[in-house]
């Protein structure tokens, strides 16, 4: 990133710009204080904290296209801004630039409940749309894991997913239409109400392009009737490599369920000591497994499910009797973070997706690195859909082991590529994942990445530095860093 | 079984030297018209790179024939859960990619490329590149396969493609009730969209309302038993209608292809008009030329498009010039030289 310190003609062009936004916008949503942009100096990632230039809050689409027209003008740096959840530093402020935030376009504009769509500006929390329209019986389906804060712009940018993605998609799988704002301050609506758009799917290229493209305002979803009923199965096995199995032949097996995720015993016993879900503190490896529609329905895939898992050799199988004790299973996998965060003083927590059928040895391959690299490790998988969060136990304070979990994380997102996978699930590349891009995809591949960037950016304002590499990257930072405890946000649920 | 790749990335790259315009061609199962352009034929690139049943993701080239892959995912109880149509007809993977046709059941399962997970592609500088890959969640670079769905070939060449399955449906049954009113046949396949979990298919036509449900068997009992005095009717009348085949389709007439949000009122007009994607596509056979339709089209929020494929369209005088603008753009940062089926969305 360019830390060159600000000269004096990037000083008057700063104080033009602030100038010229005060013309437009009222003074509240412009913020120029130390004190009053500290909040937006990170984002999840917090070990990378950057002073912007100024915070910018604008009100309407009118007040972000002037935003933007003045930022082409003056050639300053746009990193823009939902709720600041994102783990992967693609809303580090950048120092020469602004953050440019959606948190007050947060109106629900329309809920349309015969095309089963709502209209909502792009700072709107992801949660909030299903509670408002939860009484006409709908909902949205994404569900990534700070839904309570994160804003659907967000979601839009880094093509959130969540527990129930195998089933219900990503973010891209789940919204009909986008309205964007360029640099040059033109709105431009990518995708429609209808099921067929003329032209490129624009939607889908702009789903996931973590701020490089333009300034999204405003999003139409899908909505989806709320399933009836919802059972939860928890299965405890004593082999790894018998849950892979299982995972695998439910899947196989013609079952979509709903959620379906598994922990590793350090995982396992750091949830139970903090939440007490009854898991059992002395299994190897738990797998949750949700399934939903109507009961009809579900009776027989539970059956099914189960006689997989005893086939498999789980050695106890637990089905939650009531919505109380479904709550409590899942209150132990939603807290892995925060009960992991308990027992170590640093945590790093790594993004990556590999093919389900490769758990089994990626995690043999992370435990054999735990061992060389003398920092344990606890892993939470979505085996739903193969994305992995192994998270890394050490202490900061312990002279050269931050440098070692680095690397030992490096080491793992190796592990995901060798296999087939990726990177990054869903946590995005952001700051964080910039160096690994280059070892994801060749130089061509990163070459046409960059023209298509420029197609929209010639002068790189759009989130500089961020998800795609310039030709002399190589940052080897790739993962989230966690001090005592301190979780960014730690008031969300984690997955 | 083979792999061109070589050839066919010789054959782009040569191309773009000599700015010689190419048509990409794959079974021909659906063109009625085309360029007179140098072809560059993608059947011979063919086979099955990767199937993984458990991972519900299979790897094909883009000149393997849709009833191949078809039949090896059958053996595994798999399809593609956007039907594709014209197996029959010599369809190819890569052109069911690149003009993005789906079948009924698109407003239930997803279009064409809500099943795309990953490509690789020649550019039109004769680069192979690889986007995405074989797993669905999967957020580093830009998601540019997506894009490919529809995009007939001018964002690059298909050379091969991951695709996400889906278990295949153990029942499905197809039902049907008068409706006179096709107002009345709208709402009855909105409300059922919303209260029948197991509805793949939805269809107005001519007085009857036709569905279609697929799933467990007690979910599709469940959702059928809950209609009450329906009829029951063959599933093929939709394999009729994805294929053309359903008599409407046998007209002399000009067919237009309307999209519109699927509760839209039933737009009045004198022609025959069969409402298909439980009201989200209405296909309308006219004499009217299409850019009144068009106009209409758009005023309520759709679009109009020739039923007839046909490579000397361009869907760019359809939107504002601001958004042509973009879509140019980004053609010429994949395809410079504007040889790639150059008309599409090439001025």
Same mark, same amino acid.
């Given at each position: ?7 004096s ?6 104080q033009?710009?602030?100038? %010229? ?10 913020? #120029? ?7 937006y ?34 050639? #300053? ?13 693609? !809303? ?32 709107v ?6 509670? !408002?329209?939860?009484?006409?019986g ?24 969540? *527990? ?27 995708g ?40 939860v ?17 439910v *899947? ?5 369920? !709903?959620?379906? @995720?598994?922990?590793?015993?350090p995982a396992?016993?750091?949830?139970? @000591? ?64 925060? !009960?992991?965060?308990? &027992? ?8 990556g ?6 758990l ?7 435990? #054999? ?7 344990? *490790? ?12 192994p ?20 080491? &793992? ?8 996978? #990726?990177?990054?699930?869903?946590h ?11 070892? %994801?995809?060749?130089?061509?591949e990163?070459? %046409? ?9 010639p ?10 590499p ?8 790739n ?17 | ?7 066919l ?32 034929d993608?059947?011979?690139h063919?086979? $099955?790179?990767?199937?993984?049943p458990?991972?519900?993701v ?12 078809? +039949? ?9 859960g ?6 029959? +007809?010599?369809?190819? $993977?890569?052109g ?15 279009? =064409? ?11 039109? +500088? ?10 669905? +969640?999967?957020v ?8 490919m ?11 091969? /493609? ?7 449906p ?20 909105s ?35 809950s ?7 063959? =599933?093929s ?20 292809r309307?999209? /519109? ?42 679009s ?7 490579r ?13 603008? /973009? ?7 994949i395809?410079p030289?504007?040889?790639?089926n150059? $008309?599409?969305?090439?001025?």
């Amino acid at each position: 990133m360019n830390n060159t310190s600000i000269e004096s003609t990037d000083l008057d062009s700063i104080q033009t710009l602030q100038a %010229q936004l005060l013309s437009v916008l009222p003074e509240d949503c412009v913020i #120029t204080s130390s004190v009053r942009m500290a909040p937006y100096e990170c984002d999840g990632l917090s070990a990378y904290k950057k002073m912007p230039q100024m915070v910018v809050l604008p009100e309407s689409i009118e007040q972000v296209q002037a935003v933007m027209r003045a930022c082409q003008q003056t050639k #300053t740096p746009i990193v823009p801004r939902g709720a600041g959840t994102c783990l992967s530093g693609g !809303a580090t402020p950048h120092p020469e630039g602004i953050v440019l935030s959606v948190a007050k376009l947060n109106q629900i504009l329309t809920i349309d409940e015969a095309n089963r769509t709502a209209t909502v500006q792009s700072g709107v929390r992801n949660l909030a749309i299903s509670e !408002a329209v939860a009484a006409l019986g709908l909902y949205y389906a994404p569900d990534p894991s700070s839904q309570i804060a994160c804003t659907i712009g967000g979601n839009v940018a880094e093509n959130a997913g969540g *527990v129930h993605c195998l089933k219900y998609g990503l973010t891209v799988h789940n919204v009909m239409q986008v309205k964007v704002v360029t640099l040059s301050g033109k709105v431009l609506t990518f995708g429609s109400e209808t099921l067929d758009t003329p032209g490129y799917d624009l939607l889908a290229l702009l789903t996931g392009s973590e701020g490089m493209l333009g300034m999204i305002v405003e999003v139409v979803v899908k909505l989806l009737p709320s399933p009836p009923m919802a059972k939860v199965l928890m299965a405890v096995f004593d082999d790894l490599g018998k849950a892979g199995d299982a995972v695998a032949q439910v *899947v196989a097996g013609g079952i979509i369920p !709903a959620g379906f @995720e598994l922990m590793d015993k350090p995982a396992i016993r750091a949830v139970e @000591e903090f939440v007490h879900a009854g898991y059992p503190t002395d299994a190897e490896v738990i797998l949750l497994c949700e399934l939903d529609g109507i009961e009809a329905d579900i009776e027989p895939q539970l059956s099914a499910v189960t006689r997989i898992f005893k086939e498999c050799g789980a050695v106890d199988l637990r089905l939650a009797k009531d919505a109380a004790e479904r709550t409590l299973f899942w209150s132990g996998r939603k807290n892995a973070f925060p !009960a992991v965060g308990r &027992i170590s003083p640093d945590y790093y927590c790594m993004d990556g997706t590999i093919p389900r059928k490769s758990l089994a040895y990626v995690l043999r391959g992370i435990a #054999t690195l735990s061992e060389k690299y003398g920092l344990p *490790v606890a892993n939470v998988f979505h085996a739903g859909d193969g994305n992995l969060h192994p998270l890394i136990l050490y202490d900061a304070n312990t002279l050269g082991e931050l440098e070692k979990t680095e690397t030992f994380g490096g080491k &793992i997102l190796d592990l995901c590529i060798e296999v087939g996978g #990726t990177i990054t699930g869903e946590h995005g590349v952001g700051l964080e994942k910039v160096g690994h891009m280059c070892a %994801q995809f060749n130089d061509i591949e990163l070459a %046409q990445f960059r023209q298509i960037r420029k197609a929209f950016d010639p002068d790189d304002l759009l989130n500089p530095g961020k998800a795609v590499p310039t030709l002399n990257r190589c940052a080897e930072f790739n993962g989230m860093h966690v001090h005592d405890g301190q979780l960014p946000h730690p008031e969300l649920e984690r997955f | 079984m083979a792999n061109i790749e070589r050839v066919l990335q010789a054959r782009v790259a040569a191309a773009y030297q000599n700015a010689s315009p190419l048509t990409i061609q794959g079974g021909g199962s659906k063109f009625v018209a085309g360029q007179a352009n140098e072809i560059i034929d993608l059947t011979a690139h063919c086979g $099955i790179v990767d199937y993984s049943p458990s991972e519900l993701v299979v790897v094909v080239r883009a000149g393997t024939s849709l009833q191949e892959l078809q +039949k090896e995912l059958s053996k595994n109880d798999q399809i593609l859960g956007f039907e594709p149509p014209y197996a029959d +007809k010599g369809a190819t $993977i890569g052109g069911v990619i690149a003009t993005g046709f789906a079948g009924s059941a698109r407003p239930y399962r997803g279009g =064409v490329r809500d099943y795309i997970l990953g490509a690789k592609i020649v550019n039109g +500088k004769g680069e192979v590149l690889q986007f995405g890959g074989k797993v669905m +969640k999967n957020v580093a670079g830009f998601d540019l396969f997506r894009p490919m769905a529809g995009a007939m070939g001018s964002l690059g060449v298909l050379l091969e /493609v991951s695709m996400r399955l889906i278990p295949k449906p153990i029942v499905q049954a197809a039902r049907q009730v008068a409706c006179a009113d096709a107002q009345k046949g709208i709402e009855l396949m909105s409300s059922l969209g919303k209260n029948c979990l197991s509805l793949t298919a939805a269809y107005w036509y001519q007085g009857y309302c036709t569905l279609r449900f697929s799933g467990s068997e007690q979910a599709v009992a469940h959702d059928v038993e809950s209609l009450g005095e329906f009829s029951a009717v063959s =599933v093929s009348q939709f394999v009729q209608l994805d294929h053309r085949q359903h008599p409407f389709f046998e007209t002399a007439l000009p067919i237009v292809r309307c999209s /519109v949000k699927p509760a839209q009122s039933h737009l009045n007009f004198p022609d025959d008009q069969l409402i298909d994607w439980g009201g989200g596509q209405r296909f309308v056979a006219t004499d009217t030329p299409i850019t009144m339709l068009q106009e209409q089209l758009h005023s309520l929020g759709g679009s109009a498009v020739p039923l007839d494929v046909n490579r000397n369209y361009s869907p760019l005088a359809l939107m504002p010039t601001s958004l042509a603008d /973009v879509h140019k753009a980004l053609r010429s940062a994949i395809d410079p030289k504007r040889i790639l089926n150059p $008309i599409y969305c090439g001025n």
